[in-house]
């Protein structure tokens, strides 16, 4: 896989833990909601609070970040704490297709920015950069979204995405056959389990291969 970070971006501590598979995506899965999402929201249903989300090791980390970037995370916020805040306030999680739910199932667990691309829309070399001045791109669900100084992934044709709102170009459809899982991490020490990830996907998606992992 040829995926980089910027120096400016790394030098912060920045890096990607991705994976690459092949797989059979499918509108919904009775499976991954019962075996897996259920329990863990109702866990973070009974345990989690507003405040514990803010005292979070990974929340702080994530936002610092934004902040030393020129991003303000309160009004642009890493989409692990948009997602978390949201099962707190038992608003429930949308279900969308497969793969789409596992990537906030990574989320949640493990209290990150996660990201699924379609690799049918997005071309490699990909790097992570800061987002160029008055730089905006469709998001999923918005009409616009502003990455002036948020962190994206871009390939040739540009950004697509980001630990805050990913773009239309890249998204996960139920006809996407071969995807990019990334997480993005904001600490020294590398926080998702690989090996744990390859075996979700494994187990919960129809037909996957894990093609390739690595932590950058």
Same mark, same amino acid.
């Given at each position: 896989?040829?995926?980089?970070?910027?120096?400016?971006?790394?030098?912060?501590?920045?890096?990607?833990?991705?994976?690459?598979?092949?797989?059979?995506?499918?509108?919904?899965?009775?499976?991954?909601?019962?075996?897996?999402?259920?329990?863990?929201?109702?866990?973070?249903?009974?345990?989690?609070?507003?405040?514990?989300?803010?005292?979070?090791?990974?929340?702080?980390?994530?936002?610092?970040?934004?902040?030393?970037?020129?991003?303000?995370?309160?009004?642009?916020?890493?989409?692990?704490?948009?997602?978390?805040?949201?099962?707190?306030?038992?608003?429930?999680?949308?279900?969308?297709?497969?793969?789409?739910?596992?990537?906030?199932?990574?989320?949640? !667990?493990?209290? /990150?920015?996660?990201?699924?691309? @379609?690799?049918?829309? %997005?071309?490699?070399? +990909?790097?992570?950069?800061?987002?160029?001045?008055?730089?905006?791109?469709?998001?999923?669900?918005?009409?616009?979204?502003?990455?002036?100084?948020?962190?994206?992934?871009?390939?040739?044709?540009?950004?697509?995405?980001?630990?805050?709102?990913?773009?239309?170009?890249?998204?996960?459809?139920?006809?996407?056959?071969?995807?990019?899982?990334?997480?993005?991490?904001?600490?020294?020490?590398?926080?998702?389990?690989?090996?744990?990830? !390859?075996?979700? /996907?494994?187990?919960?998606?129809? @037909?996957?291969?894990? %093609?390739?992992?690595? +932590?950058?």
């Amino acid at each position: 896989m040829q995926l980089t970070i910027d120096p400016k971006v790394k030098e912060q501590d920045v890096s990607l833990a991705y994976s690459m598979i092949e797989f059979k995506n499918e509108a919904h899965s009775e499976k991954i909601w019962q075996e897996v999402l259920n329990p863990l929201l109702q866990e973070i249903e009974a345990e989690d609070t507003l405040d514990s989300i803010k005292e979070n090791s990974q929340i702080i980390a994530t936002k610092k970040v934004y902040r030393v970037l020129g991003k303000d995370p309160a009004r642009f916020r890493p989409s692990s704490d948009s997602l978390w805040r949201r099962i707190v306030q038992q608003k429930g999680m949308y279900q969308i297709n497969s793969l789409v739910d596992l990537n906030n199932y990574f989320s949640l !667990k493990w209290k /990150l920015p996660f990201g699924a691309y @379609d690799l049918g829309k %997005v071309t490699e070399p +990909i790097r992570l950069i800061v987002g160029p001045a008055d730089s905006r791109y469709a998001g999923i669900g918005n009409k616009s979204v502003n990455i002036e100084n948020l962190l994206v992934l871009a390939d040739k044709a540009g950004p697509f995405g980001s630990p805050t709102a990913d773009s239309t170009r890249g998204m996960i459809s139920e006809k996407t056959t071969r995807a990019l899982i990334v997480g993005y991490q904001f600490a020294d020490d590398s926080v998702v389990d690989q090996v744990e990830v !390859k075996r979700i /996907l494994e187990t919960y998606l129809t @037909d996957c291969r894990v %093609v390739e992992q690595g +932590i950058i």
